[in-house]
């Protein structure tokens, strides 16, 4: 909590399974963040269950190279093969194709072995509700921490309803973290207001900070993806937290064409030479995978629906009655013209 050192001839509380310690004051100065267990014995085990059901094929190394996951009706084959697949992106985490990967043998859909081998269910210290959390898919919502509106996987409370994209899952598991272009480690200070060196924001409350160095991050730009695919170039862009050119004319955004702060993150192509803001190079619906399945509620629609880009027709939303100019979820039945915004359902 306050990454200061814990003097354990004092009282102190701490987890045998996470290896984590938290001074008393810490641990309940919030008061909604903790709740007591009388009997030990009645505390729910964190058990990991993971998201591959069934491995029907290994290899000499000893890895599942084909799979039963979950969240897909078809096999998944694993393989290595990232340049053959540069163009795709993972259905777990909607990022491009990155590292080894399951593909499956007869539709679209990819998945990074490390999302393949998520557990089913979550235990999370930043979740209020104190109740495990749950893998889900085929869903499109509102990340509870991040706020981005995503069709990826997810981890959802059954008791308030809230999503926690896998992202913000993993930057906010406790322990030390990493960056991107600092050489320090830098710790997660809930109370601690700065600025962002990332992005520049000012008064931002809950920031990365350096112990040794004048030197914050704010939760969204920590968990930014390192890679992405835009439009403006043929290769994928990477995450550059400097820019080394001191020529001023080359500090502009060659997507929307105004010029960037040389001192703030953006992405590039170090072939091509292209740059962009951030916020250009994701794009307004980074997390949303179009040509996503995902399921309603009965009493809101029947039929599964898939997430579409309208471009050239603009259909009145099934919802609210407004054209549906950008993203939208589409019914996938023949015959039902059922439409609306991301937004809507």
Known sequence: MCHDEVNTEYGSYYCVNCNIIFHVNCATRDKDSYSIVENEDE??????????????????????????????????????????????????????????FYYCLQCDFFLHKVC?????????????????????????????KCGCPSTAFAYKCEECGDYTCLRCVITLT???????????????????????N?????????????????????????SLPITV???????????????????????????????RDSKLWFYDCATCGT???????????????PGSVINLREEVHEHPLTAVKKMYYYPDCSGCGKPCVDLSF????????????DECP
């Open 116 to 144: 393949a081998e998520l557990s089913q269910v979550k235990h999370v210290w930043h979740h209020r509700c104190q109740k495990p959390l749950l893998l889900t898919s085929d869903e499109a919502f509102d990340c509870v």
């Open 174 to 196: 406790p322990g030390v973290q990493t960056c991107l272009g600092h050489k320090h480690p830098l710790h997660f200070y809930t109370d601690y207001e700065g600025q962002c």
């Open 275 to 289: 740059s962009a803001h951030v916020n250009c190079a994701l794009g307004k619906y980074p997390f949303l995978k």
């Open 43 to 100: 505390e729910s085990p964190d058990v990991f269950v993971s998201s591959i059901t069934n491995v029907l094929e290994w290899n000499d190394a000893g890895e599942a190279t084909v799979i039963q996951h979950f969240k897909h009706r078809h096999h998944l084959r694993l393989s290595d093969k990232v340049g053959e697949y540069e163009n795709k992106c993972c259905d777990g985490c909607v990022l491009p194709i990155s590292a080894s």
């Open 330 to 341: 589409e019914c996938t039945k023949s015959g039902c013209n059922y439409i609306c915004h």
């Open 229 to 259: 695919k835009n439009k403006c170039d043929e290769h994928l862009l990477s995450l550059t937290a400097h820019d080394d050119n001191n020529y001023s004319e080359s500090h502009y955004c060659d997507i929307c064409e105004e010029s």
């Open 198 to 222: 990332a992005c520049g924001d000012d008064d931002i409350e809950g920031l990365f900070r350096c112990k040794k160095c004048n030197f914050s991050l704010d939760h969204k730009c920590f």
